[in-house]
């Protein structure tokens, strides 16, 4: 496996509340993303989020990356799942098997972020290239 991090902006955040009934709201958001680091680009994603009563929530999203890792170029879709509550909970983002194009045809991997009190984004790629 090889490891490479860096940040990313949101440059796009599209909120649609699907459904507000009682337990939990539905939302459907469409969001952009530019990416700096190893992974160099942009991405397009939809999600789908539960959030409900009493803080927790969880989401379940596919989201198409453009550009280049480590200087590869091509392009490969995230597969996004997190569950969670103010206890702790479970979060997942992985590249979708055979959905790579270009120089990074292969690609598999397994992507972690991190959110700062400031609200910067950072992330761990954490891949396999042939």
């Given at each position: 496996?090889?490891?490479?991090?860096?940040?990313?902006d949101?440059?796009?955040?599209?909120?649609?509340?699907?459904?507000?009934?009682?337990?939990?709201?539905?939302?459907?958001?469409?969001?952009?993303?530019?990416?700096?680091?190893g992974?160099?680009?942009?991405?397009?994603?939809?999600?789908?989020?539960?959030?409900?009563?009493?803080?927790?929530?969880?989401?379940?999203?596919?989201?198409?990356?453009?550009?280049?890792?480590?200087?590869?170029?091509?392009?490969?879709?995230?597969?996004?799942?997190?569950?969670?509550?103010?206890?702790?909970?479970?979060?997942?983002?992985?590249?979708?098997?055979?959905?790579?194009?270009?120089?990074?045809?292969?690609?598999?991997?397994?992507?972690?972020?991190?959110?700062?009190?400031?609200?910067?984004?950072?992330?761990?790629?954490?891949?396999?290239?042939?």
């Amino acid at each position: 496996m090889t490891s490479t991090s860096g940040r990313f902006d949101l440059t796009r955040w599209d909120e649609e509340v699907i459904d507000d009934a009682d337990g939990a709201k539905l939302v459907r958001v469409s969001n952009s993303k530019t990416f700096e680091g190893g992974i160099a680009g942009t991405s397009d994603a939809e999600l789908l989020q539960a959030l409900a009563q009493e803080g927790s929530a969880a989401y379940v999203g596919i989201e198409r990356v453009r550009g280049e890792i480590d200087g590869r170029k091509g392009t490969f879709v995230f597969r996004h799942s997190a569950a969670g509550s103010t206890g702790g909970g479970d979060f997942r983002v992985d590249v979708v098997p055979d959905s790579a194009t270009g120089d990074l045809r292969g690609l598999r991997g397994e992507l972690s972020i991190v959110k700062t009190p400031e609200g910067e984004h950072t992330y761990t790629f954490d891949y396999e290239l042939p």
